[in-house]
């Protein structure tokens, strides 16, 4: 089981952290990512960290988005930074290891002012 928090709304080029608690799964082993899904359209990767740590971004949010692990907790972190009105969205965690992959309910993100 995925549980997302810290989704809200925020000004624009405000901050949000986002976390994703896992239960369920040995945690340690797999892949973490952020998805998000805005009205209308489809749902897309923004951010993805290995088992080992390594992390991968979407051009559009490199330089403004951190994706981290605390393997102790279980638990994965969105940091968001200099957020723009076009980050609005439902930001979906996602785990996944061989075949097996998970998703939480979802958060909502919206930057307006």
């Known amino acids: 089981q995925l549980v997302e928090s810290g989704g809200g709304l925020v000004q624009p080029g405000g901050s949000l952290r986002l976390s994703c608690g896992a239960s369920?799964?040995?945690?340690?082993?797999?892949?973490m990512a952020w998805y998000r899904q805005a009205p209308g359209k489809q749902r897309d990767l923004v951010a993805s960290i290995t088992s080992t740590g390594n992390t991968n971004y979407v051009d559009s949010v490199k330089g403004r988005f951190t994706i981290s692990r605390d393997n102790a907790k279980n638990t994965v972190y969105l940091q968001m930074s200099s957020l723009k009105p076009e980050d609005t969205a439902v930001y979906y965690c996602?785990?996944?290891?061989?075949?097996?992959?998970?998703w939480g309910q979802g958060t909502q993100v919206t930057v307006s002012s």
């Open positions: 996602n785990a996944r290891r061989l075949i097996a992959t998970f």
């Open positions: 369920g799964i040995s945690f340690s082993l797999y892949a």
